[in-house]
């Protein structure tokens, strides 16, 4: 593929596996698209999948919020997700909500192409997986958020990777107390993808003037 634009255009078309068929659209990654770091989650939700943009729904601002708090742009990033289509069922309550369902492991297999095509264009300095379908995904392994979380990991194409929760989980915390420290955790672990990304490129830039 010659470009981002490119390998989205391809992926607007995508049926390789089911979701298609009940998903609006194809939301693709957005961002720079040679950005040090890349921010990976599970799969669009129902804003997302109604806007084409990922990361824009409640999940989306609460990640906005813990970027800024880290010293970060999102424009300076490049974000995605694992599985590029919605995966919902109907509320079985009778209302018109559209209930999101964890994508299967043949589903995040299926879209791992366009996943592998995105890091190989922009090949940045850490990739961030939100979540453990995210870090399934780029780690092409089961791994847990417990025993990954705040180790530098490499993925089997030699990304450095960090494992963090995905924002939406933090949603779900009931207890403020609780869920603002597990938002300072969160953010925490966004400085230090900066911090490895930094690293990463100074050392690069010692390299080539030696």
């Known amino acids: 593929m ?24 194809t939301v693709f990654g957005e961002g720079d698209a040679h950005a040090a770091i890349v921010l990976v ?12 943009r990922p990361f824009v729904g409640p999940a989306g601002r609460l990640l906005d919020r813990a970027l800024e708090r880290a ?14 289509h919605f995966k919902w069922s109907k509320d079985r309550g009778g209302g018109k909500r ?14 791992r192409p366009w996943l592998e095509q995105e890091l190989w264009l922009i090949r940045p300095q850490v990739v961030v997986c939100l979540g453990a379908t995210a870090a399934r995904s780029v ?37 403020p107390g609780d869920r603002e420290d597990a938002e300072e955790r969160f953010v925490q672990d966004l400085r230090a993808a900066s911090r490895s990304a930094q690293h990463a490129i100074r050392a690069s830039e010692e390299k080539t003037t030696r």
């Not at 559209?98 to 879209?111: D, Q, T």
């Open 41 to 52: 989650g599970e799969q669009p939700g129902n804003d997302e999948d109604l806007a084409g």
């Open 98 to 111: 559209r209930i999101h369902e964890k994508p299967s492991a043949s589903e995040v297999e299926a879209c």
């Open 139 to 175: 780690l092409a392994r089961a791994v847990t958020i417990t025993a990954s979380r705040g180790r530098l990991l490499t993925s089997p194409e030699g990304y450095r990777t960090l494992v963090t929760v995905h924002p939406s989980a933090l949603l779900r915390i009931p207890d």
């Open 71 to 84: 010293g970060l742009e999102r424009s300076s990033l490049y974000v995605t997700n694992a599985v590029k």
């Open 2 to 25: 010659s470009s981002i634009t490119t390998l989205r255009r391809k992926a607007a078309t995508c049926t390789a596996c089911p979701l298609y068929r009940h998903a609006t659209q």
